[in-house]
């Protein structure tokens, strides 16, 4: 059964820096899986975040929402964990954010299949 379990959520002053950690088990490796981190804000949907697409060149290439990039990060630290680097964080970004898996990439959260419980980030102005 695999399971996700995100980390490093927690209050910030906007303009502040969180990191958020995910660590997937059940598999012997999720090399090929597409890992990614979306967020919920209350009354909102779902939103993509970042991702990290897996290659058969074993090269992962990462991805972003246009409100996101230049200050976030996603990067794969190893076989079974992602990690999203969160800096100049203002309080729109205020949400839950949740981790996904599967071995197909997308940016829509419906085409994942597994998903963490969320770590909430709170941006206070």
């Known amino acids: 059964q695999v399971q996700l379990l995100e980390s490093g959520g927690g209050l910030v002053q906007a303009g502040g820096s969180l990191r958020l950690s995910c660590a997937a088990s059940g598999r012997r490796s999720f090399t090929n899986y597409h890992m990614g981190w979306f967020r919920q804000a209350p009354g909102k949907e779902r939103e993509f975040v970042a991702g990290v697409k897996w290659s058969r060149d074993n090269i992962y290439v990462a991805n972003y929402a246009d409100s996101v990039k230049g200050r976030f990060t996603i990067s794969r630290d190893g076989q079974n964990t992602v990690s999203l680097q969160m800096n100049g964080l203002k309080p729109e970004n205020t949400a839950i954010y949740y981790c996904?898996?599967?071995?197909?990439?997308?940016?829509?959260?419906?085409?994942?299949?597994?998903w963490g419980q969320g770590t909430q980030v709170t941006v206070s102005s």
């Open positions: 996904a898996a599967d071995l197909a990439y997308s940016d829509n959260a419906e085409e994942y299949e597994y």
